[in-house]
């Protein structure tokens, strides 16, 4: 099976984690690419950038089902043209936000997101209304760390854990979603670190691998989104760009 | 006051209708003006065309507060770029699609959406999820009529009117919007032809109509959009296009 | 446009206040008249002074009619007969608790209301859950002064600038409704306050202000309530009082 | 035991009607009363008539606290005064629309309310938001009789059946309120044209029964509704009328 | 009227307390019979605990109603074959959260439930949101004292207290329901508690008393669950046990 | 990876059935086994018999981690003690209508669900309210096929392809489930004799196939349900059976 990831940034580093991440979490016979965007922001942060991704990205996904890969993740929080993509495209396009809010219900009562950026908390409101999981929502919260410096793993790790603990206690999560793809890899360090808190008993999703995951079940059973939700746009469109 | 509509397409002749439409709803002293995208889809009648549309629709709506206008118009029941904008200017940013269910909410029980679309009918529920306002949207009917022919008015109000009347029967809908901004100014005719057909007692929604009040009035009273939910993006970021 | 502002209470300073504050917040072209009950408490600060005022609130709302104003505003967050005087005329009765909500929602993720009593935070949650606003409504605080106690401007604002800062930090509110019309003119001292202490991005609604707007916006456009939702009383009733 | 029932009308053979009924319904040791209003509209089928009996319901609940019973029924599913009543009074006031609609919730997945005209259809869909049973609500129909032309029994009966049937087969309804106090009595009849149309498994509601046996249960518990939610009006209030 | 009330655990000393407790509260012409499980554990504290106490559960309330009791009490916050049950027989079957939580959504805005343990408080929320109640429920609290430990009534009631205390004030309750039938007998103590702390308007509920009066009132009416929501199970199964 | 499937039955063909199902779709590395109950019944179409198969379940299910599989599937859409073994174990339990429904929320704007008997439908409505996804679900339809009448494919998949155009076409679902275990392997079916009527763009979902693949992905990323949602049960208990 072959999977692209589409990185919806400009910065190369974010693809080689990327790249990196994904291929230690793939199963078997999964093959992992990467492609970066031509035209977009440095990282996605924002409505704005979110938009500003946009255009590249469904470029990137539709080219991607030309070269025949099985499924598709935009490796992002934020829905840069993901939904967009469903339209153009007959193969799964998998956001993470998505798939990881549904396995998180499907793991306990309520979860908390911990996300980078205050900023953000919003957003994640909003996502869990359009897919419907405001009820199992428990709160957003944030490390108040952007993208480009969360190379600084064992911090990054550290205000995790803090965050959760407060998700856990204050909020009464049951199930913590790391709330950035770029914090793929610290799932099991944020666990571990609730743990020595006394926390033993709440799961830590990384939303990068339960992206990967999906893409690989809904691959292997030849299901994808419904074209009912998500039309193929009209043929006789004519664009100027 | 000076209001900027922002029509964003590239086809001239919608331009066109928006100015004359806006002009004529303006107030008093409201003076309207129009611009176009450089890039973008013809229509907006997908996820896809909403996609393409963001970008420029930005930069018209950074360029319109830049030019000191009270307030924007996005021209689109869609939403290609309008939360984006919002991070990005201080003045009022207009969804007419958000503003015409708000309006709707208040003057009924419950309101159907009569769009041109049957892909677009999804769409509309996901609006109504992001805003809170799923409990009030009886249904999303479509006449089947894509945006380049809307210009058959009597036709178009025509087909308004007949699933109109199925919003009212069949799915208890006691207020009607009309689901595409152009169909700016059929409103008083769907009322008439719903009157013909003995339902004199269901008001009927101008989008367009609504946004640009709603506009002004948020403009007259120095509201704008919460810089909590939309805050500036980060100055650090840069963008590589 | 002639609006009719009806003080749903009998004591002469608030009708002169409303009078006041209406027609200093009126666009151009506005003519604001104000009248007062007859009969009726002298302020409505609960349910049992909102049922004493409603039936001469209602003779005071068809009379307006009749002296053909175009919109009539009840001056009260309460409910002192406004859906009734709905069902026995055709121009807008605007309610502002219900307005304000709905254009609160309009600018932000939630909303707080800041009203003045205690006793009235379960009606504000009750309001939000009847126009379906439940879920935008982020927490209702209360100053503690009673409404013939509102005349201490700097210390009501005062008040509500706490009571804010507790609605933005601890509740995650992103915009402010001041919750009674008798708090009209203060919406910019909040705001101002709420600067002062580091919150420069939470904008402060002024409900009747916001019912003001939202009055001439639908004369204007020639919308009014739906009678499928309050349809005319049926004509064979006999009343005896 | 004593239970007040407060026939919100004023038409004699309203409450000559509702003496009967239950008395019939009372339990050994209930003793029941009812008193009429003095002022007030002859039926209450709109929020117009609604607000014009609220005052001297209130009255009469004031009234009937005072002479000693033990909880009082506002005989209508409407709700003229009910919820100021209980800011006036310790002991319960029962709405027979919101005891009916928590029993048939206990009783079923779903229930539908049939009530008298098609006017009040969107009144019972704002009682059931307010009281947060939206969900259980399958849907509102009406037999288009009004009040005072339910002398006719067995009419009146047989239109219920029939609107009954639709609840059933077309809105998956599993248990059918009656929706008007003035339908005591009928519940055991519809039953039985429900069963001789094959549906032999739909329970019938009739809320003033139940509205009687709720008071029953909460008077001998001694328990009442709750005062941080219908706090007493401040005494200071001055009411001019 | 004869109720039946199966205690769902094995101890003695449980069905002793409960026909003491139920006797206590029934009405005149009530005869309460109880009956332990012979199968079971010995207290219900978990899902486990529930699954082990079913079979015997439904055995127990089969033979009840064969024995002709007018309605049965599943003496129990968790649901032990209650839903099950109703499939078997035609009397109610009582579940005592479902209707102490009906009844605390009449008396007020929104209830507390104060449990025994921790670990039952998402059971809570699950209960709610099952029936449909999520928005009326303020919070679940638990005084951490298990079932069988709950013989000291003064230290129970003083921990009932504490945590309804925190639920008024920090969770807004405005009603609370004691979350054990073991803790029958104290909501008149705990409510004497709460007014002593100055909290002297806020019903607390005995879920066992509220549910003998349900089963006695809609015994006495003639009504039971809806067959089109608990169907007979087919007769031509086989089981093998 | 061993997967354990418990088949909440006693009837021996229903577990060949589901060894040769799962076994066709597991991944490469992953090896099934299935286990069939000693007590039980013989299938699982009432709330009765969710309750009578739930202790051996438990066992069985303890039994497996015993035995050191890295999950287990209970092969029913109904739930018969799924959440009970989720407080015995630690490995993940899976219910096929949980993960299917979350699932099909990820594809799709609403699904529906097609299930055997009528008597079924009210059990997936409230299966979705307590996992919060009331609002995605279309409808419930039915085949009017019992479990064990489920041999005939070709007809079974005829009636499933019949009710699935009414839930397409009159309830607007954009995804289909499968709504009993044992329609195993029609999927494709389905969706081929929905292409045939036109139908071409509605995913349709095999709930066992979908429980295997959440089932490989969670024990693939070390995952299992929350420690505080299903916390174990204290060890103090004494169960007398």
């Known amino acids: ?7 919806p940034v400009t910065s190369k580093e974010c693809e080689i984690r990327a790249l990196e991440q994904y291929s230690a979490a793939a199963s078997g016979g999964t093959e992992i690419s990467t ?3 031509h035209k977009g922001p440095a990282s996605v942060e924002s409505a704005y950038e979110e938009a500003l991704a946009g255009p590249d990205v469904l470029a990137q996904i539709v080219q991607a089902e030309k070269e025949g890969v099985d499924a598709v993740i935009s490796n992002c929080m934020a829905d840069p043209g993901v939904e967009a993509a469903r339209e153009l495209v007959s193969i799964p396009v998998i956001w993470p936000a998505e798939t990881s809010m549904h396995v998180a219900a499907m793991l306990g009562h309520k979860f908390s997101v911990v996300t980078i950026l205050v900023r953000l908390i919003p957003l994640f409101h909003h996502h869990a209304a359009r897919i419907g999981l405001t009820r199992q929502l428990a709160s957003v919260r944030a490390v108040n760390i952007p993208v480009l410096e969360l190379d600084d793993r064992a911090g990054v790790a550290s205000a995790l854990v803090s965050q959760s603990i407060r998700a856990v206690r204050e909020d009464m999560a049951h199930v913590i979603i790391l709330g950035c793809t770029g914090m793929a890899g610290l799932a099991k360090s944020v666990e571990e670190g609730l743990r020595e808190q006394g926390i033993a008993d709440v799961p830590v999703i990384d939303p990068a691998t339960v992206a990967l ?14 074209k009912r939700t998500y039309p193929a746009p009209t043929e006789n469109e004519i664009i100027s760009n």
Chains 1, 2, 3, 4, 5, 6 share one sequence.
């Open 35 to 37: 492609v970066l965007l």
């Open 213 to 226: 995951k999906v893409a690989e079940a809904l691959a292997d059973m030849g299901l994808s989104h419904s």
């Open 1 to 7: 099976m072959r999977i692209r990831v589409v990185v």
